[in-house]
């Protein structure tokens, strides 16, 4: 059984950073895949990054290029996402979670983790 667990979450000033973890367990050997979506109050939930968990590139929305960097750490099942130079409205609920590729679709996801940036 799939298990995803997010953490790093919390409350920081515009121009900050945190860093989001989710441990993986369970995974399938068919999925490759890891991203990272996030949904704020009133909006539809909408992508932020993915990453293989078999190498290669990774993908960002445009909103957060440049900005934040996802990372993967095979060795303890876990994948990270940088977060740099926040914005408020960077402020949402944070999941990860687990697909076939990059482009999904995802079936697996954690119950996310909230971040909020303050102005």
């Known amino acids: 059984q799939v298990h995803l667990v997010e953490s790093g979450g919390g409350l920081v000033q515009a121009g900050g950073s945190l860093r989001l973890s989710c441990a993986a367990s369970g995974r399938p050997f068919s999925t490759d895949a890891m991203g990272w979506f996030r949904q704020a109050p009133g909006k539809e939930r909408e992508f932020v990054a993915a990453?293989?968990?078999?190498?290669?590139?990774?993908y960002y929305a445009d909103s957060v290029k440049v900005r934040f960097a996802i990372s993967i750490d095979s060795a303890e099942n876990t994948v990270y996402l940088q977060m740099n130079s926040l914005k408020p409205e960077d402020t949402a609920v944070y999941y990860c979670?687990?697909?076939?590729?990059?482009?999904?679709?995802?079936?697996?996801w954690g119950q996310g983790t909230q971040v909020t940036v303050s102005s």
């Open positions: 979670a687990l697909g076939r590729r990059p482009a999904g679709p995802f079936d697996s």
């Open positions: 990453i293989r968990w078999s190498g290669g590139g990774a």
